[in-house]
């Protein structure tokens, strides 16, 4: 098939999915302000699609965070399944593989800079894993899910235990210990403008990590991460 009888190919390879049927392709990627303009009343939007694809998303995303994270419990699971299906994630991912190219708007939704709006690409995301799901079942979601979603996987994870590693720190902890983590300032240094914070994190009667930094509270925040480092890399290794 040419590019010109299927306009979809480059969509489909970065996708990571080859649909069998366009039409499901074209449903997806139809926003109802151009079902709105329609010349003929038989034209369907990606509205009923983007629900399907939500429920398809959210059950392949459940069943492989699952499996990646054995050691996992349903908190953290849940935390990171948002992190991976939120609006903002979609976007991001409809941006990057150039949804708002192929999609076909109406007039008004075009000019007002619908191509590259963020909830018009996040449900138009939605809407092709609808499609894929109609296309092919879950084995054609997988793949997509495996070809963009796996690979953000880790750095979303990552990215939650920077943003508050105290608070991940605590969660892990209290989840497999039944303990929190406790925080002991060891040393203070320097002069007064540019003081320096030595901190360790114990858990239970053991060391978990040492950090120093400009503030208590950032020495504090350090010595979390890396004790969630530490711990990551042992559950890692067993």
Known sequence: ??????????????????????????????????RYEAPTSNTVDNQRLEFLGDAA??????????????????????????????????????????????MRLGRGEEQSGGRSRSSTLGDALEAVLGAAYLDGGLKAVERIYHHLFTPLATGKESAAAQDNPKGALQEYCQRRWK?????RLLEVTGPGHARRFNVEVR???RVAAEAHGPSKREAES?????????????????
């Not at 590019?3 to 969509?11: A, F, G, S, T």
């Not at 303990?179 to 925080?183: D, F, N």
């Not at 350090?222 to 067993?238: C, F, H, M």
């Open 57 to 102: 998303l959210s059950l392949v995303a459940s069943t492989q965070l699952y499996h990646a994270h054995q050691a996992h419990q349903e908190g953290d699971l849940t935390r990171l399944r948002s992190l991976l299906c939120n609006g903002k994630t979609l976007a991001g991912i409809g941006e990057r593989v150039g949804l708002g190219a192929f």
């Open 179 to 183: 303990v929190g983590p406790v925080y």
């Open 1 to 34: 098939m040419n590019l010109l009888r299927n306009p979809y190919r480059k969509l489909e390879k970065a996708l990571g999915y080859r649909f069998r049927k366009k039409k499901h392709l074209e449903e997806a990627l139809t926003h109802r302000s151009w």
């Open 222 to 238: 350090r010595a979390a991460l890396k004790a969630l480092q530490g711990l990551e890399a042992d559950a890692t290794s067993t």
């Open 203 to 205: 858990i239970g009667d």
